[in-house]
């Protein structure tokens, strides 16, 4: 029995999930669930993930949704996977599973708001207060990884010469800022040194997968720079006003 | 050497290490650290939790923040606490896993939110977008945990016959709502039949730690309770309006 994976490549943890299957050689069947369509309320995924969210998993009869909860029993359950991934060891171990619960209050929150406030919302009424506040959390987010979770001595998070789940998870919710402008993108994450560096880093040690999985949302990036040029060219010069900052 | 806990009663998850150890007969020093004193954001503590949170443990050097990862951590560091706490079986594990992952962006989320907004804040603005989008997910959380997570067979989360760190966590998380008003509590929790049984079965379960640990809360609750009397009593009756809904 083939593990299925329920995901939509716009989603960043179900990228996640592609590129650490395809990374650790575990065969599974991708089973498309068009957010934009939907079609994660559908009954039949219901069935699925009773959040009705994507990622989800089914590895035989067994369901599993929760994109870390997935990515911790991948590697676990399958024994090719190297341990860096998810270390046996305890105190290792307890430190990815810090950083990976810190994700779920800090820049999950930040990047799902900001990404979902402004990207799909060009033309349309803006948010300033959810924008404002999600911004505040981003910039907070991005100088603690800077600070605190990575260190002089590795090129990964905690200090590690080699990515975990925790280094995928994290680098998968920073690439969806790729959908804002790319002058905004810059002002936001261009000042934090070693997250650019580290995201660098742990694009390469994924190759050629990450490119890959990320494709799509490359192609999105390019639409909606269409959408924002052609929004641009119909506005006056003196009002336009598509960066991110002159909107707060 | 001594595992060490740096906690505040009022906080929930510090409330749930303390009741985890204190079940599980792991030898603890509770430090307190004051959040009205803003005791967090001093630089001693700051050399143990760099993101100025509560709780964090010191266990000999290892240093560890996140309550989730703190709660792995102690039921796989200590042999003596029983396996049903975070399951070894990988599918169980799995499960448990993720209904703590689910947590973060639903119910916590929502509590957080709901009671920093009303508790401290009779008598001052109320930011009624922010109360009334947190009502919303509060309630979206609590109707999973009824349809969901609590399923027929068992009186614990996930079918369960006893529970594990996940029903720790989820009802320390609850029991926040103490601070409310006892009409608004009922209006918000009274539907979920199947909830209250079980927030009563987890309580039950983990006496007389719970009590124990959660009497500061009772006591706000108290405080609380008489700084709305006092407010109720010096509004004209016409214009009384302490109950949650008749704010929204």
Not at 166 to 191: F, H, N, T
Not at 232 to 238: F, K, R, T
Request: some cysteine; hydrophobic content about 40%.
């Amino acid at each position: 029995m083939t593990l299925k994976l329920y995901v939509d490549r716009m989603s960043q943890p179900s990228r996640a999930l592609l590129i650490f299957c395809k990374l650790n050689g575990i065969d599974f069947e991708e089973i498309y669930i068009n957010l934009s369509k939907r079609q994660h309320l559908s009954p039949e995924f219901k069935e699925v993930n009773p959040m009705k969210q994507v990622p989800a998993i089914m590895d035989g009869r067994f369901k599993l949704f929760e994109s870390h909860a997935i990515l911790r029993y991948l590697a676990c359950a399958f024994p090719g996977v190297a341990d860096h991934w998810y270390p046996a060891d305890l105190y290792k171990r307890a430190k990815v599973d810090s950083v990976l619960d810190w994700h779920h209050s800090n820049l999950r929150r930040a990047v799902y708001v900001f990404s979902t406030v402004f990207a799909p919302a060009f033309g349309l009424p803006l948010n300033q207060q959810a924008a404002a506040e999600a911004e505040k959390v981003l910039l907070a987010s991005l100088a603690k990884i800077e600070s605190v979770w990575l260190q002089k001595k590795g090129r990964f998070l905690l200090g590690s010469g080699q990515p975990s789940i925790a280094d995928l998870s994290l680098v998968c919710e920073i690439m969806q800022l790729e959908v804002l402008d790319s002058k905004d993108r810059e002002r936001i994450i261009g000042p934090y040194n070693r997250v650019l560096k580290w995201i660098d880093d742990t694009k390469n040690a994924m190759e050629p997968h990450f490119q890959e999985v990320h494709l799509i949302l490359f192609k999105a990036k390019e639409k909606l720079q269409k959408q924002r040029d052609a929004v641009g060219s119909s506005i006056p010069q003196s009002s336009r006003k598509l960066d991110l900052h002159s909107k707060m």
